[in-house]
């Protein structure tokens, strides 16, 4: 079934115990970072419920993971409450600003998108989602929920070899941009592992959020000082691009996989493609597949190829572009595509027009002892996103403009001011009987709904733990939906835990194989489970970004 290598530590060629699923009664969280998912759980622990932990843990990944997410990123969450007994989906995703139009790019010489600087930002949406799920369900106070993330940014964190990594990736980047310098490469250099960072100038903006919520940051001091700023680098924003961003809340898309319904947060975001692969693949015996053998991937390489080139084809901001999504999500439809998979060989279907960039996401479950739930992702996008602090707010601006507009004006996702892009980040949540059963999601841009679908059928079809599931070697094709390496050919990218024999007859099928490090198939999942047969609930995290299931 493997090679003998799950259960290795990160480093290669180091053996180490597996770490074990971790179990509770009356709260688990799964978080990327050891600090978020402690200060997660300190939260129900003091009373709290799963959404005032999430809100703890969002903030507190601003700041200990902060090349992945903040306040100046978006948010898509699925959430599970009891009490009310609803399921909800919300979009916290921005806008462009007021300025970008085709003809503002094609003036400065943009051919493509840029991926750097204000001009790659839009709207940041994630402090409207934090506080319109608070408003909703929290039960704590507010300040209180802050208060873990502003001491961090105050007094400082530890930094992890990860996170040391990730700054060093971005040096030069950073280093472009004074307030970027300025907050995150002191002494001008990457932090090391082992010393201690912090962010003054982040901290103060945390205190004013804590003090005056989305209202201080969207229609008060915060929004002015990142617009001056934005302004002051020829930026696309004004004042009111601000004030009028709103969260926005749905039923989510929901589909039928073996007898279980996951559901997923709906457009711009694309989680959709996720259910449209599930669709695709249940005609498919996967149970009877080796779980790392070729016919297994090939199956699941050509479904996301079939589903990629349909959100390709056609999904953009529903507000401005009308598009089939109940077709596309449909069993008959996924039945046409299905019909299009040949089991001997690699296809490249029509209408996979625009590839992509690797994004830089947060990801983390949570879920408490009166059976709340909630499915939460927040980015920046690329890493460190725009790589663009804005000015003394100490926020850095996500790029997702940059990342998922295009300037061709034929182009579905075309930017025009008002509009939100389509959007990598999604959550899911799936259900049993009406009840949450399992809570997962990753980060990985356009990975991220492939490795959910090898996760998902690595439980339901393999019947693995959790922890193997997370463990397993993972893959995924490129390329995917972002505007930046137009023309790339295809290729499936393969953990090297994957065996040769393996790699080798994916190749025979016609596929491109590209070999990775045995643990660098990317991603951050995180997965909490309801056990009703015992009574508890199971966490397991992924070993690559060395994040933390924590249950009491």
């Not at 390489?301 to 999504?325: G, I, Q, T």
């Not at 996702?413 to 892009?421: C, E, K, L, Q």
């Not at 099928?509 to 995180?526: D, F, I, M, N, R």
Request: glycine share 10%; aromatic share 8%; with cysteine.
């Amino acid at each position: 079934m493997d090679d003998g290598s799950w259960g290795l530590s990160v480093k290669e060629g180091m053996r180490a115990v597996q770490r074990p699923e971790a179990v509770g009664t009356r709260g688990m969280v799964a978080s990327a970072h050891p600090v978020a998912a402690f200060i997660g759980l300190s939260i129900l622990q003091r009373g709290g419920n799963a959404f005032d932990a999430a809100i703890a843990v969002a903030a507190a990944e601003g700041v200990v993971l902060p090349m992945k997410c903040g306040l100046g990123g978006d948010a898509f969450v699925v959430l599970h409450d009891t009490k009310k007994r609803e399921m909800v989906a919300y979009n916290g995703s921005g806008v462009a600003g007021a300025h970008a139009t085709l003809d503002y790019y094609h003036a400065q010489g943009h051919k493509t998108m840029p991926l750097d600087g204000v001009h790659a930002a839009s709207v940041p949406g994630a402090v409207s989602v934090y506080e319109a799920i608070w408003r909703r369900y929290g039960t704590m106070d507010w300040p209180e929920l802050w208060q873990p993330a502003i001491d961090l940014a105050t007094n400082g964190v530890a930094i992890t070899d990860y996170i040391h990594r990730r700054y060093a990736e971005r040096a030069d980047r950073l280093a472009k941009f004074e307030w970027s310098a300025q907050q995150y490469l002191p002494n001008g250099r990457a932090p090391a592992m082992g010393e201690r960072w912090s962010a003054p100038l982040l901290a103060r903006t945390l205190q004013l959020v804590a003090k005056g919520g989305a209202d201080a940051f969207y229609r008060g001091e915060i929004a002015e000082r990142i617009v001056a700023y934005s302004k002051s680098q020829g930026g696309p924003f004004e004042l009111d691009d601000f004030a009028r961003q709103q969260a926005s809340t749905c039923t989510p898309l929901t589909t039928d996989y073996r007898g279980y319904t996951v559901h997923e947060t709906a457009p711009p975001s694309q989680g959709f493609i996720l259910l449209e692969q599930l669709n695709i693949i249940e005609g498919f015996d996967l149970k009877s597949l080796d779980p790392v053998g070729a016919e297994r991937m090939h199956l699941l390489l050509e479904a996301k190829k079939l589903a990629f080139a349909d959100r390709n084809r056609y999904a953009a901001d529903p507000a401005f572009v009308k598009w089939p999504l109940a077709t596309l999500m449909s069993k008959a439809h996924a039945a046409k595509r299905r019909a299009l998979i040949d089991p001997k060989r690699a296809q490249w279907p029509d209408g996979a027009v625009i590839p992509e960039h690797d994004g830089d996401t947060s990801y983390f479950a949570i879920a408490d002892g009166q059976g709340n739930a909630i499915s939460f992702i927040h980015s920046l996008s690329n890493s460190f996103g725009s790589c663009c602090v804005a000015g003394d707010t100490g926020v850095t601006l996500n790029n997702r403009a940059g990342r998922g507009f295009s300037l061709d004006p034929k182009h579905p996702n075309a930017i025009a001011p008002g509009r939100r892009t389509m959007h990598t980040l999604n959550a899911y949540m799936i259900t049993q009987d009406g009840a949450p059963w399992l809570v997962g999601g990753t980060p990985g841009g356009d990975q991220q709904t492939q490795w959910s679908t090898q996760v998902v059928t690595n439980v339901i079809d393999h019947g693995m733990s959790l922890q193997d599931a997370v463990d397993a070697p993972r893959w995924y094709s490129f390329p995917g939906t972002d505007p930046a390496n137009l023309g790339r050919d295809p290729v499936a990218r393969v953990e090297g835990r994957v065996p040769e024999a393996v790699r080798n007859a994916l190749a025979a099928l016609g596929h491109k194989v590209e070999t990775l490090g045995p643990w660098s198939g990317g991603g951050a999942v995180q997965l909490v489970q309801f056990d009703r047969e015992n009574g508890v609930l199971r966490g397991a995290t992924d070993p690559r970004p060395g994040g933390l299931a924590l249950g009491f």
